[in-house]
Each structure stands twice: as structure tokens, then as C-alpha cells.
């Protein structure tokens, strides 16, 4: 009733009432805009409304109209006057949009319209928004305003949609008042918006893991570039442009980042895309938080375990064997042995012998996923799986979290693939106390001093062994989990850095907490058979829950999963980030969302493998 007839009622009074109480001020507005900003004073766009229906969104000016000396505007950042700054900052300049609430156009209360240029790229959920009239305000300006993660304001429209009532819209306009009088969720100061606004990043990589950071750049007001060898990459969807070069052509992204005249570069998650990242940039003379010889120890498997084994850092026991596949050599093998190339990560390549008949083929695979043709046999580890993400700031080495990865063994002589990790380790007292003070010695002695990376390692017998690094922000996201509890945003951090050299001014020391502050935190990936999706169930829960912080969905109704995928992170439906205040509830989320997704193919089969034991993992 309240969302069908009665909103519309309230949304006319409340604006009628506010437009006469609010003249006086917004007719002194009104001089004041032409006076320091110029006529005409109302700055009109077209913006989609209900059911993407298109309309003119008024507002008061806030940019003066600058030109330079051929007659072009200038940049926004030189029209945008202090005088402007302040109206925005204020939402003064929003007052004009009583109007489109009393036309028809807008309520008081719902999810703020956007520009039209964006509808193309919306997922499903994205696209919810459009379900009622956009609003003045709305749940996202009241959860950080325009701080707010560009992924998670759409997660707040649907939330809204879904808990549409009067009494929702009243607290609404209520956190509004009060959100813009104390200057709430408003990132930084004048300089540190307008300085990011329109400068232009160049991302190297298009998977869906690098969506996210996509969007995060977005919301920044950043014009974000994707390049990458294969059209359809979700990311490229998301971008604000985006290229066909293969991120591994150095010329060929130096020449399209001239080209573009581009502001920075970033490497999305891939591992194998890092050094053309430090070669980019490099050339061209951006920042870059890699250098050669940080390349040169991280992106390789084999020169990383030796690295490693110098600063008393154990790497996986391993055997000598090389693609003439020496008899001597083959017979000092003991099995199971992992084989992986030396420089891809993510399961690819990767392949468990458990006899010599096997070793060819895993032999033959890895080489064609190594692009500079090695390869490395290590022993096949059985025990705990372990991840240790640190984050850096000007030299400043901040462990944000040690985690217990656990996998699935339903796909023998593959990859194992993570099936979900558990935050904090269980080990996370040993691994201080063994292992913590040597990798700080190592990052030092290499020359990292911003960034972040991942350590992946095993537990086996009071010892840690570490198989894996990456320099770059995770697929696995565990920045997202890091956002919900500290606050800050790694992916915002990373941006900046490509733009101006700084990651801000984020005090690592009293921010992070590798204990997460007493709370219980947790992924749980959903991995499929290889089919055709026909159905998917349960997902759609998420949005009302407040414990699932983050869902990066990859696959969806309609798409196949192909041989080639299984065994690696390709046959990931989606990942949940679930944050909690205790291990119980964390049990009963984990538990929940096991049973409540289910995934079938064409012939009403189903898809899913199964996850891992909740009591088992977490002790109970």
C-alpha cells in the first residue's frame, strides 16, 4: 500500500512544503550561483529514472564554464571553484531536484540516479535500482555518501527496494539531516577529490575479479581504461574505455597509454601481468609500486623459493627435473608431486602426478601455460593451506591477515581449488612468531615500499612452507573482508597511488589488525561441474543480509563450464565474504548459505561440489 500509493502522496507534500520553506534560501542560491559560477544558473542533465526511463535532473551549477585559449573547457578540476566544492559538499546544489519530485521524475527517498552511459554494463542486481523512482536521498548516502564503495551502493539500493515502508523513508531523511550537517562519508578535502576526478588509469587485465576494482575507480570519478587480449572481458564492460592489446605487448600498451595520455597504470590480478606493469610504467615514468628487482624474485616460482630460503623462509621440497626428462632424474621422484609452470598462477597449468606415466603430460601442460617455458616438480602437500596478505605504505611492512585456505579434493590429479578460507589462522600465533620477523626482513632487503602481497603457504608438523607470492591485489579478494572490518580500502589505496604517488593518508599502524579486532571473518567459494548452467538458487538471499559483506558472482544462468576450467579458479560460481561477531554465528552463515545455493545444468543435474566440514574448520 505505502509503496504503491502512499509514497507518491508523501513525496508531493514533503516537497511542496520544503520547496516553500526552502525559497527564500534557494532563491539567495540562485544570486549567489550567478554572481561566482555564471548563468545559466540551473545545471540541467538527462539522467534514467523508473524503469530506465530517461528525464532532466535539475541542479544549481557548480562549475564555472573556463575555457582555454583555443575555446575548449578546461578541465573540471579548474572550474570547479571552492564556492562550488562547498554546495556540493553541503548538497545544497541538490535542492533544485524538489522539482523533479513534484513532476513525477524523483522521490524523496531512493537510489540516487546516475548517468545514463552506465546502463549498458549493470549485472542484475545493478539493475534493480531502476525498479522505483530515483530519490534526493537514499540508504547509500546515509552508509558513506559518496565514500561509499561504487559495488556497494548498488547492494544498499536493492537493500532499499526490497524494505520499502514509511518508516524506512523516515529514518532515511532523518541520517540525511544529520549525515550532511556533520559532513559525513565526504573523502577528503577539497584537492584530494578534485585532484583524482577525470585523470585517466590504463588496468591491465579484463577478468571479473577486476570488476570490482573497475568500479571502485569509477566511483572516484577516475576514467578508467581496460585493455586486454580477449573482447568480452567482464571488466571491459565496466570501464569508462577499453582496448584489445594483449596485456603481455609492452610496445603496444606504452603506444595506447600515449595514445590516451593516460595518468596511470595498474595491473589488475594477475600475476603473469606484473612485470609489463613495471615496464609501462617504467617507460612512460608513472608511478610504479614493482621494481625490477622485486619482478625478478616474485614472478618467478623458483627464483622465489630461493629468495626465500636465504631468509630462513622454507619453500616446498622439491625435484630436479628439466624437459629432457632424464631416467636418473624421474627416479629420485617420490610421489604425489605437484607440477606447475614457474610463472602462472591461479591453478593453471598446475597438475598432481601420482606416478611417472603422469609426469609427461602434467610436464607438457605446464610448458604451454609458462610463457618463458620452465617448469618446477615439487612434493604434493597434504596439510593445512595458508594465506598471509601484507599491506605497505612508504616502507611501513602492515600484515593485514593470516588465513586458513581450505580446498577441494573431488577433482583428482588437478589444481586443489580454494573452496573457502577462515579468518584469523589458527596458526596465526606461530606463524608471528616463526615466520612474521623473516618475510618483514626479506620485503625490506628487496625494496618493497608500497603495494600489497600475498604469501600462500602450507602447515605441516610446526613448520611453514610457502609456495606462492603475488604482488598485486588478490583474486581472492581478501581487501574486501579488510574494508568491512578496518575501514579503509586497499583498492582505493592502490588508485591513488597510480595517480599521484601516494597511497594517502592511511596510518597502517593504527588502522590494520591481522586479529580483525575480535571479530570472525570467512570466504566460501561455490565451484561447479563442468555443463551448462540452467538454474541458480539461493544467491539472491544475500542482499538482506548484512553479515555477507561482498559477492563477486562470475558465472550466471546461461553460461558453460568447459573441461579446460575444472582445476582451475575458471569453474568459480561466486565467492561470499561473510563477516560475523563470533565463530558460532559464522558457523550457522557458513552453514546456511551451503545449503540454501544450489545449482542445476540442462538435464536438472546438479552442479555444485561440495564445501568444507563448518565444524571441522572451525573447531566446534
Not at 286 to 313: H, M, S
Request: glycine residues 10%; charged residues 30%; contains cysteine.
Amino acid at each position: 500500500m505505502y509503496r504503491k500509493y502512499i509514497k507518491r502522496i508523501f513525496d508531493i507534500i514533503f516537497s511542496l512544503i520544503a520547496l516553500i520553506v526552502l525559497s527564500p534560501c534557494m532563491i539567495v542560491l540562485a544570486i549567489l550561483v550567478r554572481i561566482n559560477l555564471g548563468s545559466p544558473v540551473i545545471f540541467r542533465q538527462r539522467r534514467p529514472g523508473k524503469d530506465e526511463k530517461i528525464f532532466t535532473i535539475y541542479k544549481f551549477r557548480t562549475m564555472t564554464d573556463g575555457r582555454d585559449e583555443n575555446g575548449g573547457l578546461l578541465p573540471d578540476e579548474a572550474r570547479l571553484t571552492k564556492f562550488g566544492e562547498f554546495l556540493r559538499s553541503s548538497s545544497l546544489d541538490e535542492l533544485p531536484e524538489l522539482i523533479n519530485i513534484i513532476k513525477g521524475d524523483m522521490s524523496i527517498v531512493g537510489p540516487r540516479p546516475l548517468l545514463a552511459k552506465y546502463l549498458p554494463h549493470y549485472n542484475k542486481l545493478q539493475k534493480r535500482r531502476h525498479e522505483v523512482r530515483p530519490g534526493l536521498t537514499g540508504l547509500a548516502q546515509i552508509n558513506g555518501r559518496n565514500s561509499a564503495a561504487w559495488e556497494d551502493r548498488f547492494i544498499y539500493d536493492a537493500q532499499y527496494i526490497d524494505g520499502i515502508c514509511f518508516l524506512q523513508d523516515i529514518k532515511i531523511i532523518f541520517a540525511t539531516i544529520r549525515v550532511v550537517l556533520k559532513r559525513e562519508g565526504i573523502k577528503g578535502g577539497f584537492m584530494d577529490d578534485i585532484n583524482l576526478k577525470n585523470k585517466k588509469l590504463l588496468i591491465l587485465g579484463g577478468n571479473p575479479e577486476t570488476v570490482p576494482l573497475v568500479e571502485t575507480a569509477n566511483g572516484m570519478g577516475v576514467r578508467t581504461i581496460v585493455s586486454s587480449a580477449r573482447r568480452d572481458d567482464a571488466a571491459k564492460k565496466a570501464a569508462w574505455k577499453s582496448y584489445d592489446v594483449d596485456g603481455l605487448d609492452i610496445p603496444g600498451l606504452a603506444a595506447l597509454a600515449r595514445e590516451e595520455k593516460v595518468d596511470g597504470v595498474m595491473v589488475g590480478v594477475a600475476d603473469i601481468l606484473v612485470p609489463s606493469y613495471y615496464k609501462v610504467c617504467d617507460e612512460l615514468g608513472l608511478p610504479c609500486y614493482a621494481t625490477q628487482k622485486i619482478i625478478d624474485v616474485f614472478t618467478l616460482k623458483d627464483r622465489f623459493k630461493e629468495t626465500c630460503e636465504r631468509y630462513g623462509i622454507h619453500g616446498i621440497p622439491e625435484y630436479y627435473l628439466d624437459k629432457d626428462m632424464n631416467p636418473g632424474d624421474i627416479a629420485k621422484i617420490k610421489y604425489p608431486v605437484m607440477v606447475k609452470p614457474v610463472d602462472n598462477g591461479g591453478g593453471v597449468g598446475m597438475t598432481v602426478c601420482y606416478d611417472a606415466k603422469d609426469l609427461q603430460p602434467a610436464v607438457d601442460k605446464a610448458l604451454a601455460a609458462s610463457n618463458r617455458k620452465r617448469f618446477i616438480v615439487e612434493k604434493y602437500m597434504q596439510c593445512d593451506d595458508m594465506g598471509m596478505y601484507y599491506t605497505f605504505k612508504d616502507g611501513f611492512c602492515s600484515a593485514s591477515c593470516i588465513y586458513d585456505r581450505y580446498t577441494t579434493g573431488e577433482q583428482p590429479g588437478l589444481s586443489r581449488v580454494c573452496l573457502g578460507g577462515v579468518y584469523p589462522s589458527k596458526h596465526i600465533e606461530e606463524y608471528f612468531g616463526k615466520m612474521h620477523g623473516n618475510a618483514c626482513r626479506l620485503f625490506k632487503d628487496i625494496g618493497i615500499r608500497n603495494g600489497v602481497l600475498m604469501l600462500s603457504g602450507f602447515y605441516e608438523n610446526g613448520e611453514f612452507y610457502v609456495y606462492d607470492t603475488g604482488f598485486r591485489l588478490q583474486g581472492e579478494a581478501p581487501h574486501l573482508l579488510m574494508k568491512a572490518i578496518h575501514g579503509f580500502d586497499q583498492r582505493e589505496m592502490l588508485i591513488k597511488f597510480a595517480l599521484t604517488g601516494s597511497e594517502g593518508d592511511i596510518d597502517l599502524a593504527v588502522r590494520d589488525d591481522p586479529y580483525l579486532r575480535g571479530k570472525r571473518a570467512a570466504t566460501l567459494w561455490f565451484l561447479l561441474k563442468k555443463g551448462k548452467i540452467a538454474k541458480i538458487e539461493g544467491l539472491s538471499d544475500i542482499i538482506n543480509d548484512p553479515k555477507v559483506v561482498a559477492n563477486i558472482q562470475r558465472l550466471y544462468e546461461g553460461d558453460t563450464v568447459r573441461e579446460e576450467f575444472i582445476g582451475t579458479e575458471k569453474q568459480v560460481l561466486a565467492r561470499l565474504y561473510i563477516v560475523c561477531e563470533n565463530k558460532l554465528e559464522l558457523a550457522k552463515t557458513l552453514k546456511y548459505y551451503m545449503a540454501a545455493v544450489k545449482v542445476y545444468d540442462e538435464n536438472g543435474g546438479e552442479m555444485l561440489l561440495h564445501g568444507f566440514d563448518v565444524d571441522k574448520v572451525l573447531e566446534l
